[in-house]
């Protein structure tokens, strides 16, 4: 994706494995700011703390984290328990820590750094071409709407999986990309995302960036909408989804999935096969993370002279809970658009797709 007309990608290394340039996505939509990560240690802190956010994304900080480790001489299991205990929804980061294991393990300690560095570089190679290909088939669910009838297509989204979420184009937003750069006519209706607003400051921000039509508005506004006509269609993106298609996305999926389905408005999740736990019958058992009260309690924005301020928002003795994602089933979900093609939400549509998955 371009910023400021420059193609970039949420993650590249540095040449001479000096480090991994990020951008911070804790400064956004404020400041557009990039931060180098110099080891592990940064490695960890930027993906616990939100610096880079989204499964894909997840999963690729995660698997340079590993080439940095790697770097600095440290052990590989240590390492990858390190990165592990970071966030525990995405399953993306359990996924690339695995792939890294696998190809460094059975490598001497001398040999292990040059792979880990080609072994992170070839993951996010892939994340943009699965993420290509995602795009490529939902905007023919876009495109087929829009020859359903005159005027723009309305996409209703929530959370940020666009291409800050991945290492570029995104999930649930690449079939939007698509069908813009397609010259289709198209709307996107972005969720504010509360409590951290990944909806209002990035979505919003990147379709910015691309010229996209869109309208942000309250997370409590999308049944409204949908009861009057106004969504033709919902995106989303999912940090895990199980082997039945039932699908952990941000706290609030299952809201606009239900309100969806009252109003008979398709809800698709957008999704690369690595995030897919095909260990998981279905989504009971999906851990889900608990953040910070402070995340709910408080707000971050820009005051008049351009400063970041927290503002509280609640009585200081009131207690808040933050459950950050949660679980839609799949009976819920019109479809699932995946890089090999959109299938039922079901064990038997995975199947279809990823053959061989079949025991
Ligand atoms: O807590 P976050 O910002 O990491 O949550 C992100 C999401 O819920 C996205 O929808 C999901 O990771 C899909 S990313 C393409």
Same mark, same amino acid.
């Given at each position: 994706?371009?910023?400021?007309?420059?193609?970039?990608?949420?993650?590249?290394?540095?040449?001479?494995?000096?480090?991994?340039?990020?951008?911070?996505?804790?400064?956004?939509?404020?400041?557009?700011?990039?931060?180098?990560?110099?080891?592990?240690?940064?490695?960890? *802190?930027?993906?616990?703390?939100?610096?880079?956010? +989204? %499964?894909? $994304? !997840? @999963? #690729?900080? &995660?698997?340079?984290?590993?080439?940095?480790?790697?770097?600095?001489?440290?052990?590989?299991?240590?390492?990858?328990?390190?990165?592990?205990?970071?966030?525990?929804?995405?399953?993306?980061?359990?996924?690339?820590?695995?792939?890294?294991?696998?190809?460094?393990?059975?490598?001497?300690?001398?040999?292990?750094?040059?792979?880990?560095?080609?072994?992170?570089?070839?993951?996010?190679?892939?994340?943009? *071409?699965?993420?290509?290909?995602?795009?490529?088939? +939902? %905007?023919? $669910? !876009? @495109? #087929?709407? &829009?020859?359903?009838?005159?005027?723009?297509?309305?996409?209703?989204?929530?959370?940020?999986?666009?291409?800050?979420?991945?290492?570029?184009?995104?999930?649930?937003?690449?079939?939007?990309?698509?069908?813009?750069?397609?010259?289709?006519?198209?709307?996107?209706?972005?969720?504010?995302?509360?409590?951290?607003?990944?909806?209002?400051?990035?979505?919003?921000?990147?379709?910015?960036?691309?010229?996209?039509?869109?309208?942000?508005?309250?997370?409590?506004? +999308?049944?409204? $909408?949908?009861?009057?006509?106004?969504?033709?269609?919902?995106?989303?993106?999912?940090?895990?989804?199980?082997?039945?298609?039932?699908?952990?996305?941000?706290?609030?999926?299952?809201?606009?999935?239900?309100?969806?389905?009252?109003?008979?408005?398709?809800?698709?999740?957008?999704?690369?096969?690595?995030?897919?736990?095909?260990?998981?019958?279905?989504?009971?058992?999906?851990?889900?993370?608990?953040?910070?009260?402070?995340?709910?309690?408080?707000?971050?924005?820009?005051?008049?002279? +351009?400063?970041?301020?927290?503002?509280?928002?609640?009585?200081?003795?009131?207690?808040?809970?933050?459950?950050?994602?949660?679980?839609?089933?799949?009976?819920?979900?019109?479809?699932?658009?995946?890089?090999?093609?959109?299938?039922?939400?079901?064990?038997?549509?995975?199947?279809?797709?990823?053959?061989?998955?079949?025991?």
């Amino acid at each position: 994706m371009k910023v400021d007309g420059l193609s970039t990608r949420t993650i590249a290394p540095l040449p001479g494995r000096d480090g991994v340039v990020i951008i911070d996505q804790t400064r956004l939509p404020f400041r557009y700011e990039l931060r180098t990560l110099r080891g592990l240690a940064d490695a960890a *802190e930027a993906i616990a703390v939100m610096r880079v956010r +989204g %499964a894909p $994304l !997840i @999963g #690729a900080t &995660a698997a340079y984290g590993v080439a940095l480790a790697m770097t600095e001489g440290a052990d590989l299991d240590a390492a990858c328990a390190t990165l592990a205990a970071t966030r525990p929804t995405a399953v993306n980061l359990a996924w690339a820590l695995a792939r890294m294991r696998a190809r460094l393990a059975p490598l001497p300690a001398e040999a292990r750094g040059a792979a880990a560095w080609a072994e992170a570089a070839a993951i996010c190679d892939e994340d943009v *071409e699965l993420n290509r290909a995602i795009g490529r088939h +939902g %905007a023919g $669910l !876009i @495109g #087929a709407l &829009a020859e359903a009838r005159p005027g723009p297509v309305n996409v209703l989204t929530h959370c940020n999986a666009g291409w800050l979420a991945t290492v570029d184009w995104g999930t649930a937003l690449a079939p939007v990309y698509a069908a813009f750069d397609a010259g289709l006519p198209v709307h996107v209706w972005v969720d504010e995302t509360r409590p951290r607003n990944q909806g209002a400051s990035l979505t919003a921000w990147e379709l910015v960036q691309h010229g996209v039509p869109h309208t942000v508005i309250a997370d409590n506004a +999308g049944g409204h $909408l949908m009861q009057h006509g106004k969504v033709d269609l919902c995106i989303v993106g999912s940090d895990r989804t199980a082997a039945n298609g039932d699908v952990a996305n941000k706290i609030g999926t299952y809201l606009k999935a239900l309100a969806a389905h009252d109003n008979g408005v398709p809800f698709y999740v957008a999704l690369p096969g690595p995030t897919i736990d095909w260990d998981l019958a279905d989504g009971r058992a999906i851990p889900i993370e608990e953040r910070r009260a402070d995340e709910v309690t408080r707000i971050t924005g820009e005051n008049a002279a +351009g400063e970041l301020v927290s503002v509280r928002l609640t009585p200081a003795a009131s207690p808040a809970a933050n459950p950050a994602f949660d679980v839609t089933p799949a009976r819920l979900v019109s479809g699932l658009v995946t890089e090999r093609g959109v299938c039922p939400a079901s064990r038997a549509g995975l199947l279809d797709l990823y053959p061989e998955r079949r025991r």
